[in-house]
């Protein structure tokens, strides 16, 4: 009688346990609504944990596009995204984007801009973009009248035929050739470029100095001769044309500010003191009289810059 009542008393006790476990495990209402929203929002976070990579490579350098800027659009209403700049690997990164939203992007380099041409779905997860473009590059060969390469020439670039002939606004910087006496120019326009080619005393006036570019990959050779080196001088007349009780015998001191060289000359009245071959520059002109006045010499200074090629005079009647 106690073996079953004991046993009795332990199944009714193991019942207990069991209730009790059952009831403790038991979700609520709101514990189950919790539960859902906490799994809603999960969803919504991974909705939005996909990534864009967008890869720019230059088809006429073989190579990714570092610093380049990658903007990116919304094509239902052109809304910017954000912009992000290639990295040394020429990829521009686009995180936390919504899964089944349609982008397009618009890439900047060297103040040009490419438009994606199709359209981009993002799918959950990574995306991956590869986008060629084709620049513009521009390499000069330089030889001397042998044929033989010529290395650590000075290249410099134009725009047009008025900067080259002046020398001045080049493009860049200038750069020198290699062993192969090549440079190159990358990112430019197609376009006509003018460059300018100078070793030592050697130049490529007599050659060619420009070049229609397309878009792509260019190549020119050069040829570089002794430079033809022209004087550049004018002339300057001293006329001793005063009249009247200003006439007489002038001395005319030539002083030129450019080089600070000066000089002195004496001139009859009624003649001229032709000088040529006179540097460019400006120049001031002392006159004095040095005899034929009544009470006191007339004097004065007068100055003018003197142009390649040009007569500059300077006369007494003018003081």
């Given at each position: 009688m106690k073996k079953v009542l004991f046993l009795l008393t332990s199944v009714i006790v193991a019942m207990g346990i069991m209730c009790s476990c059952t009831k403790e495990n038991e979700i609520t209402p709101e514990e189950k609504q919790k539960q859902e929203e906490q799994q809603q929002k999960q969803e919504e976070e991974q909705s939005k944990n996909a990534t864009l990579k967008i890869a720019l490579y230059d088809e006429t350098t073989?190579?990714?596009?570092?610093?380049?800027?990658?903007?990116?659009?919304?094509?239902?209403?052109?809304?910017?995204?954000?912009?992000?700049?290639?990295?040394?690997?020429?990829?521009?990164?686009?995180?936390?984007?919504?899964?089944?939203?349609?982008?397009?992007?618009?890439?900047?380099?060297?103040?040009k801009k490419y438009r994606s041409t199709d359209n981009v779905t993002i799918e959950k997860g990574e995306n991956?973009?590869?986008?060629?473009?084709?620049?513009?590059?521009?390499t000069i060969t330089v030889k001397n009248?042998?044929?033989?390469?010529?290395?650590?020439a000075t290249v410099r670039l134009y725009e047009n035929r008025l900067?080259?002939?002046?020398?001045?606004?080049?493009?860049?910087?200038?750069?020198?050739?290699?062993?192969?006496?090549?440079?190159?120019?990358?990112?430019?326009?197609?376009?006509?470029?003018?460059?300018?080619?100078?070793?030592?005393?050697?130049?490529?006036?007599?050659?060619?100095?420009?070049?229609?570019?397309?878009?792509?990959?260019?190549?020119?050779?050069?040829?570089?001769?002794?430079k033809v080196v022209v004087v550049q001088s004018g002339t300057i007349v001293l006329n001793n044309n005063a009249t009247g009780s200003d006439a007489g015998t002038y001395?005319?001191?030539?002083?030129?500010?450019?080089?600070?060289?000066?000089?002195?000359?004496?001139?009859?009245?009624?003649?001229?003191?032709?000088?040529?071959?006179?540097?460019?520059?400006?120049?001031?002109?002392?006159m004095e009289q040095l005899d034929g006045y009544t009470f006191y010499a007339t004097d004065g200074t007068q100055t003018g810059n003197l142009q390649n090629g040009f007569t500059l005079t300077f006369s007494t009647n003018s003081l």
């Open positions: 073989d190579k990714y596009l570092s610093g380049a800027t990658a903007t990116l659009y919304n094509v239902s209403d052109d809304a910017m995204v954000a912009s992000i700049v290639t990295n040394d690997e020429g990829i521009a990164t686009f995180s936390n984007l919504d899964i089944n939203k349609t982008f397009y992007f618009i890439m900047e380099y060297g103040g991956k973009i590869k986008y060629t473009v084709k620049t513009t590059a521009l009248s042998n044929g033989n390469a010529v290395s650590g900067d080259y002939s002046n020398s001045k606004n080049i493009i860049g910087s200038s750069l020198y050739t290699d062993s192969k006496g090549q440079v190159t120019f990358y990112n430019l326009s197609p376009k006509t470029y003018f460059f300018e080619v100078i070793n030592d005393t050697q130049t490529n006036e007599e050659g060619t100095c420009s070049k229609a570019c397309t878009e792509g990959a260019n190549l020119v050779t050069t040829t570089i001769k002794e001395k005319f001191v030539v002083t030129n500010y450019t080089t600070g060289e000066k000089n002195t000359y004496t001139v009859s009245s009624g003649y001229k003191k032709t000088l040529t071959g006179m540097s460019l520059g400006q120049y001031s002109v002392y």
